[in-house]
Nanobody, 125 residues
């Protein structure tokens, strides 16, 4: 049984930083691709950042240069968020894939099997 638990959300002012962590329990032998998504009520879930099995990272254009995804150890994936903007306010979710995902689909939520329950990030102006 694979479970994902996010932590590190909170409230910050514009320009501030937060670091989100995702702790995975259980093993996924077929893939090691992990991702962060975010969702604002009433809007579709948006892919933010992905790290795949060989450490290659992919980012949404809206966060490039500000967010960094990393694999801290075998079970923990983090998202360092700098220069936060009010538009970054959302519920952030960690996700894990069980298959290899083509590069052009990495930021699509339907590609991911396991999801955490989310952690709220609020950025005030």
């Amino acid at each position: 049984q694979v479970q994902l638990v996010e932590s590190g959300g909170g409230s910050v002012q514009s320009g501030g930083s937060l670091r989100l962590s995702c702790r995975r329990s259980g093993y996924i032998f077929s893939s090691n691709t992990m991702a962060w998504f975010r969702q604002v009520p009433g809007q579709e879930r948006e892919g933010v950042a992905v790290i795949d099995s060989d450490g290659t990272t992919t980012y949404a254009d809206s966060v490039k240069g500000r967010f960094t995804i990393s694999r801290d150890d075998d079970k923990t994936t983090s998202l360092q968020m700098d220069s936060l903007e009010p538009e970054d306010t959302a519920m952030y979710y960690c996700a894990a894939a069980i298959v290899q995902i083509p590069s052009w689909l990495l930021l699509k939520d339907v590609q991911y099997k396991y999801w955490g329950s989310g952690t709220q990030v609020t950025v005030s102006s």
